[in-house]
């Protein structure tokens, strides 16, 4: 039983490391055809936002804006992957060995 409660102290410990680290991400992609660049931390916060204006004089405003927020949606759904990776290295062992402990109700965003 000792065993059970040192994991529940532990949670606060770990949750915090998780917190940090994706405070710490960047997400960088750019769009497949390269006209756009975007730059994400772990807060969804966009950092940088860059279109190639070369390529974007080919393009009418309706495709520029698809590709714009499909790059955005790309760099979200990437972040959300490496959120739920640092939640589940951070809590994963924790998570194990208590019964209906589910790490995806901690994660942010959900």
């Known amino acids: 039983m000792f ?4 994991k529940f102290n532990e949670i606060p410990k770990r949750l915090k490391n998780a917190q940090e680290r994706v405070r710490q991400l960047v997400i960088e992609v750019r769009s497949e055809n390269g006209i756009v660049y975007v730059k994400i931390n772990g807060l ?3 950092l940088e936002l860059k279109i ?7 393009l009418s405003y309706d495709q520029l ?3 714009i ?3 955005i949606n790309d760099a979200t759904k990437t972040l959300h992957i490496q959120i739920q990776e640092i939640f589940e290295d951070e809590l994963g062992d924790i998570a194990d060995g208590i019964p209906g402990f589910d790490i995806k109700k901690m994660m942010p965003f959900n």
């Open 44 to 46: 969804r916060e966009i």
């Open 69 to 71: 927020k499909e790059t």
């Open 65 to 67: 804006s698809e590709i």
């Open 3 to 6: 065993g059970l409660f040192g």
């Open 52 to 58: 190639d204006e070369e390529k974007a004089k080919e």
